[in-house]
């Protein structure tokens, strides 16, 4: 990646910005701003793990809605197996990320606290394995709470 002025430019604003005020110790915050600057360029990175995250989004495509079961960690993966309930009333699984990784820990956390509550999900189709013994399964890459059913918030 080439480090243009207009980039430079938008990365040191962005790290002015999340740093914080400048307050009373001015080179504890330039020390800040500098730190933020580079955790933002490492998030430049087509390796890291939000280009990675945003990446999976953008594959996944057009979201649908559900309403979220329960889920349980497959051991032989340590992914969380999430039920739902598809506007068919069907019920489906889908996995999240390894949960042994922070992306996934959090992941997990968060369909965890939506028990119950109606979600729009962004899914992708990951493949396992090569050739012939390739298997393909969903994979859960964003969640987004559209508040609990009617008839679950009574009850």
Do not use: C, Y
């Amino acid at each position: 990646m080439t480090m243009t002025d207009e980039l430079r430019t938008a990365v040191v604003l962005a790290a002015v910005q999340s740093a914080g005020p400048v307050g009373d110790d001015h080179a504890a915050w330039d020390a800040r701003v500098r730190a933020q600057a580079l955790t933002i360029t490492e998030m430049l990175s087509p390796s890291s793990t939000v280009a990675r995250a945003l990446d999976g989004f953008h594959r996944a495509g057009k979201p649908f809605p559900v309403t979220v079961l329960g889920g349980r960690i497959e051991p032989s993966s340590t992914r969380l197996v999430v039920r739902f309930r598809n506007r068919d009333g069907e019920t489906e699984e889908i996995r999240t990320d390894r949960t042994d990784t922070p992306e996934g820990r959090a992941m997990a956390d968060v369909v965890r606290s939506l028990k119950g509550h109606r979600a729009l999900i962004w899914k992708e189709l990951e493949a396992n394995g090569d050739g012939a013994n390739s298997k393909r399964f969903r994979v859960l890459r964003h969640i987004k709470d559209l508040g609990r059913p009617a008839d679950a918030a009574t009850a």
